[in-house]
């Protein structure tokens, strides 16, 4: 199991290479960087200033998008921090978002998607694609990116499926829903002629843990009604129940408050549901949800950090939560 820590918010630049800085040294194996403009810092600048910083962890995109983000800006911009970085870099990349919502755009649909995924992907391994009819190949010298696929849909899973080197779940945590999520993706990958276990395959759900499980879970509440509002209208693992929640916080959504603590949209949202799309409680009950979702075939997780005590969860991730794994494959070897 790999272990990244993701942060997204209106935080000083400088946060983000403290909590880089910090994740690194606790051991976590990558660190994701949102991108919604104007509610966090610029992606690229962020990521230079965390490569910069640090010397073994990867620095991800968790996720920029291919609506607000042109094609070849992203395909340049990662290529550039990849060579910088000696290789350290990740491209996760998705439909939209909150980058599109909250500036009154449409995310694209899952064929334009594909579209765009497919030619990003030979961009970063150094290859020439043709756009508007004009041929088109990066200068820079850099090791080939990985790209990755973030999705709530099963289109566009499956569309990571096919050509993605990994897919990023944003479907909640409980292992039924993903799953199902997995047999999205898996019919992508076979439908191409691949071998959907040669996919890292990625859970992202907000993050808080504490001694108090309740605080912690309220402190996440808002993640798991952004993530409802999405998969509620077609997971067919979270029964009645999460379709009818799902819509009832589509219809109240606001993006000025999106996955802010005390959203209005999120109240709705009981401790008993929230559970199943966070990783949030004490280290003890996010431990036992790491191993059912390792159960279910997934090999990297990635907490967004959420709440009021960030550096306080990301220790308690290293101190209380990987050991389990790091242990036991030390063991191993």
């Known amino acids: 199991m790999r272990f990244g820590a993701g942060f997204w918010g209106p935080f000083p630049l400088g946060w983000y290479v403290e909590y880089a800085v910090m994740a690194e040294r606790l051991g976590f194996d990558a660190v994701w960087i949102g991108d919604t403009q104007l509610l966090t810092p610029d992606l690229y600048s962020a990521m230079a200033l965390c490569a910069n910083a640090t ?24 290529l550039a921090l990849n060579e910088f970085s000696g290789g ?19 995310a694209d649909g899952a064929a334009e998607f594909r579209r765009k995924l497919a ?3 030979a961009l970063v391994a150094g290859e020439t ?78 993050s808080s843990i504490g001694a108090d499980g309740a605080r912690a879970v ?28 799902g819509a009832t916080i589509l219809a109240r959504y606001r993006w000025d408050e999106h996955i802010a ?24 009950e996010v431990t036992r949800t790491v191993r059912r979702l390792e159960a279910c075939g997934v090999t990297h997780v990635l907490p967004l950090l959420m709440g009021s005590n960030i550096t ?15 242990v036991s494959s030390l063991a191993g070897r």
Request: charged share 20%; net charge positive; glycine share 14%.
């Open 119 to 121: 030619l990003i992907k």
């Open 218 to 245: 309220d402190e996440t509440r808002a993640w798991a009604a952004t993530t409802l509002r999405r998969v509620g209208q077609w997971m067919a693992a979270g029964g009645d129940e999460l379709r009818a929640l």
């Open 129 to 206: 694609v043709t756009l508007n009819g004009t041929e088109v190949r990066g200068k820079i010298r850099a090791p080939r990116v990985p790209v990755y696929a973030a999705s709530s849909s099963p289109r566009v899973l499956e569309v990571a499926g096919e050509l993605a080197d990994g897919v990023i779940l944003n479907v909640g945590v409980a292992p039924e829903l993903i799953r199902e999520a997995l047999d999205h993706v898996a019919n992508g990958a076979r439908r191409a002629g691949r071998d959907p276990a040669s996919l890292d395959i990625v859970v992202i759900a907000g």
């Open 261 to 284: 603590l005390g959203a209005a949209h999120a109240r709705p949202v009981p401790d008993e549901i929230a559970r199943s799309f966070v990783f949030a409680g004490t280290a003890a």
């Open 312 to 326: 306080g969860t990301l220790e308690a991730w290293s101190g209380e939560v990987m050991p389990t794994w790091r």
């Open 88 to 106: 350290r870099c990740l491209l996760g990349v998705g439909v939209g978002g909150s980058a599109v919502g909250t500036v009154g755009l449409a």
């Open 55 to 78: 010397s073994r962890i990867q620095i991800g995109s968790g996720v920029t998008n291919t609506v607000t983000r042109d094609l070849t800006v992203t395909a340049g911009g990662v």
